[in-house]
């Protein structure tokens, strides 16, 4: 009698857990995603590309951004929109990112300039709904890396130093405001790495259609825990490529999960 009642428990868990997980991540209730930043957020509408992955793996995503040229998080945290924004809805994750050059600045700079806005903006996050998950876009580095504010650091100089600069800056946020990364930056690192002559720039600061995908890919493996693999591509992605990036995303995004989530 026993034995039948703990197997009739358990069953009824299982389903359970079940249907708890199809609710958030299957068709049942949509994911719903704002995104906080600027032109690298904006270009080629990322948050719409990651949608349509999502939508491609039949998961549903609903999204808003704002995301005025060249605006930092000091800027977003003072502006009334983004606290009228957060409170439209119960967000699932806010996603926010920081102008480009800033998080390759002195630590003494980002103590300054962006940890504490970053900071408020989590807070409003969470002030506004509870439940809802801080994001941090781990962005890409500049191409040449910002040679102009090299008297800050030798490593902004070239690429790869000021991308080290910048993922830095962006696991200290996370770990100061239990965030997680979408660490589109460290996957960017590698297929420069791997592939030096793979074109994923449009400009020196902004990505392309391939290098937008990238980072979509990255999204839709952060918000949904599953790989990226088979992902809807734009016509302006080849198959290939688009395989060759899915399988650096799921590698860095999934397989290194602990490293990019700092919620607890």
């Not at 040449?144 to 696991?171: F, I, W």
Request: with cysteine.
């Amino acid at each position: 009698m026993k034995k039948t009642l703990f197997i009739a428990l358990a069953a009824i868990l299982l389903a359970f857990a079940v249907f708890y997980a199809a609710s958030i991540h299957g068709n049942n209730r949509a994911v719903r995603v704002l995104f906080i930043g600027n032109s690298l957020t904006a270009v080629n509408n990322l948050p719409g590309m990651v949608a349509d992955i999502a939508k491609s793996h039949g998961y549903k995503m609903i999204y808003d951004a704002y995301t005025p040229g060249g605006a930092r998080l000091a800027q977003h945290a003072a502006d009334a929109k983004v606290l009228e924004k957060l409170r439209e809805q119960p967000w699932d994750f806010v996603v926010l990112q920081e102008q480009s050059q800033f998080p390759g600045f002195s630590h003494k700079q980002l103590s300054t300039d962006v940890f504490p806005y970053a900071k408020r903006l989590a807070e409003a996050v969470k002030e506004a709904h509870r439940h809802t998950s801080v994001v941090f876009y781990m962005a890409m580095a500049r191409r040449n890396g910002d040679p102009a504010n090299k008297h800050v650091s030798p490593e902004l100089l070239t690429y790869e130093g000021m991308q080290k600069r910048v993922n830095r800056c962006y696991l200290e946020m996370a770990k100061d405001n239990r965030g997680l990364i979408a660490p589109v930056g460290e996957v960017w690192k590698t297929i420069r790495r791997q592939n030096p002559n793979f074109n994923l720039y449009s400009d020196d600061i902004h990505p392309n259609k391939t290098g937008t995908y990238l980072a979509a890919c990255v999204f839709y493996a952060t918000f949904f825990r599953s790989p990226s693999t088979g992902s809807l591509a734009p016509r302006e992605v080849n198959r290939a490529t688009a395989q060759s990036l899915q399988k650096v995303v799921d590698r860095i995004v999934l397989r290194a999960e602990g490293r990019w989530d700092w919620r607890k």
